[in-house]
């Protein structure tokens, strides 16, 4: 069955750029949109952005201009970038599946996370 | 943006029923969806479309969603169940389209 897998530095200076990569296994990074999904320490979780495989994207207007997310069809991974990160970035950082075929209303798949801490 | 409220936490014995609510304005006429998350590990999801149970949910887990309330319901609480749980919807009118709830502590004694 499909796997995600988050994997990126731990740490992030401020005003720097947060990079994260999230490897798919078992299925095809081309027959699903999928997104970014974070969760702050302590707080609830906040969706970042999707993408599918044609270039198609949208963020969340918290961070649209500072976020990008792309697909890599030949590494089978989706890529997440924050620049001018600030301590507020600081967030367990979750790639999802969205259910089905086109852009599914809810995820039914999702990594384990990858912590990133922006420090000083 | 739509917003979702959760009660902040939760606590419940073993044995007895857990009902987790997620307030939002019309949220009857919203589709809810409800995510498990330990700890550590992915999050899972619990309920969909209201009140469908995805493969290997036990039915222990229920949801229902009226005028003014969603609610997950835990019958025969486990200890297994302690966890996070996040209500969300997608509301195309709504900017950003996929909004969370602010989840619920649940805490089995």
């Known amino acids: ?120 | 943006s739509y917003v979702l409220t959760q009660p902040p936490s939760l606590s419940v014995a073993p044995g007895k029923t857990a009902r987790l609510t997620c307030g939002g304005d019309n949220i009857g006429r919203q589709t809810i969806y409800w995510y498990q998350h330990k700890a550590g590990q992915a999050p899972v999801l619990v309920i969909y479309y209201d009140t469908e149970r995805p493969s290997g949910i036990p039915e222990r887990f229920s949801g229902s969603n009226s005028v003014n309330t969603a609610t997950l319901t835990i019958s025969r609480v486990e200890a297994g169940d302690e966890a996070d749980y996040y209500c969300q919807v997608w509301d195309r009118t709504s900017d950003p389209q996929w909004v969370f709830g602010g989840g619920t502590k649940l805490t089995v004694l």
């Not at chain 1, 707080?43 to 952005?49: A, Q, V």
């Open chain 1, 1 to 120: 069955q499909v796997q995600l897998q988050e994997s990126g530095p731990g740490l992030v200076k401020p005003s720097e750029t947060l990079s994260l990569t999230c490897t798919v296994s078992g299925g095809s990074v081309t027959s699903h949109y999928w997104s970014w999904i974070r969760q702050p320490p302590g707080k609830g979780l906040e969706w970042i952005g999707y993408v599918y495989f044609t270039g198609h994207t949208d963020y969340n207007p918290s961070l649209r201009g500072r976020v990008t997310i792309s697909v890599d069809t030949s590494k089978n991974q989706l890529s997440l970038g924050v620049t001018s990160v600030t301590a507020a970035d600081t967030a367990v950082y979750f790639c999802a599946k969205h259910e089905g075929q086109g852009l599914g209303p809810h995820f039914d798949l999702w990594g384990q996370g990858s912590l990133v801490t922006v420090y000083s």
